[in-house]
C-alpha cells in the first residue's frame, strides 16, 4: 500500500495523559500536514513541514501540541495532558510539492480517533 | 470565522438523480478548489479539484462550476448512486500561503436506493 498510513487507528486516553500519533507519508512526498477534524466539521488545519522543517502552526496547535518530522519522512503528533476536548479524528496529508499537474493535490491517511475520558 | 460556507448540511437523492453541492468564499487569495469524499471512519479522498482561471471541469459524473465573481462554486453529481453516499466537503487554499487547506463544514448525501 503506498498512500498515507497512521497508527493507531483509535486511542483511548484518560484525561491528563500524553498520546502520541505517528503519520508515514506517500513515500516521495515532502510536504506533510496535520489536520484535526470534530464530528460533523470539516477538517481544520493543525500544522504543516516540508522536508523536516516545520514551516507554519495553526493557533488551534496549542502548547499542549508538539509535531516534529525529524529526517522529512514520518512525523509524529504529541498532544501533553489530554483534554476531552482534545477528542478528535486526527488526519495526516500529504503532498508531493512538485510543480506540474497534481501538486497541489493532498492526500490524506485514515486518521487517528482521540478519546480523552 | 469560517471562510468557506458549505451548504446544504444534508441532502437526500433518488438513484439517477442529479446531486448538487454548493459552497461560497469570501478570501480572494484562494486559488485553489479541491472537493473532498469521506465515508464513514476513512480519511478524505480527493474527488476532483479546480482553478479560478476556468468556468467549469468535469471528470466523469463529476461537474465541478465555479463563479469568480460571486465567490461561489458548486459541485454536481449526476446520476448518484447509492455508493455516492458518503460527506463531501468543499475546501480551497490560498496563494502564498503553508498551501493548507480550508475546509467547509460538510454535507452529508443520502442516496436511496
Known amino acids: 500500500d503506498t498512500g498515507v498510513s497512521q497508527d493507531p487507528r483509535h486511542k483511548i486516553t484518560k484525561r491528563g495523559q500524553n498520546v502520541t500519533f505517528r503519520c508515514d507519508p506517500i513515500?516521495?512526498?515532502?510536504?506533510l500536514y496535520w489536520y484535526r477534524q470534530t464530528l460533523g466539521q470539516g477538517p481544520e488545519f493543525l500544522t504543516y513541514f516540508q522536508n523536516e522543517a516545520q514551516l507554519e502552526k495553526s493557533r488551534l496547535l496549542s502548547d499542549r501540541f508538539s509535531a516534529e518530522r525529524p529526517k522529512g519522512s514520518f512525523s509524529t503528533l504529541e498532544i501533553q495532558r489530554t483534554e476531552q476536548g482534545d477528542s478528535a479524528m486526527y488526519l495526516c496529508?500529504?503532498?508531493?510539492?512538485?510543480?506540474?499537474?497534481?501538486?497541489?493535490?493532498?492526500?490524506f491517511g485514515p486518521g487517528t480517533r482521540l478519546t480523552v475520558l | 470565522q469560517q471562510q468557506v460556507k458549505q451548504s446544504p448540511q444534508s441532502l437526500i437523492v433518488q438513484k439517477g438523480g442529479i446531486s448538487i453541492i454548493n459552497c461560497a468564499y469570501e478570501n480572494t487569495a484562494f486559488d485553489y478548489f479541491p472537493w473532498y469524499q469521506q465515508f464513514p471512519g476513512k480519511g478524505p479522498a480527493l474527488l476532483i479539484a479546480i482553478r479560478p482561471d476556468v468556468s467549469e471541469k468535469k471528470e466523469g459524473r463529476f461537474t465541478i462550476s465555479f463563479n469568480k465573481s460571486a465567490k461561489q462554486f458548486s459541485l454536481h453529481i449526476m446520476d448518484s448512486q447509492p455508493g455516492d453516499s458518503a460527506t463531501y466537503f468543499c475546501a480551497a487554499r490560498a496563494r502564498g500561503s503553508a498551501r493548507q487547506l480550508t475546509f467547509g463544514s460538510g454535507t452529508q448525501l443520502t442516496v436511496l436506493p
Open positions: 496529508a500529504s503532498s508531493s510539492g512538485e510543480a506540474g499537474v497534481g501538486a497541489n493535490e493532498q492526500f
Open positions: 513515500s516521495e512526498h515532502n510536504r
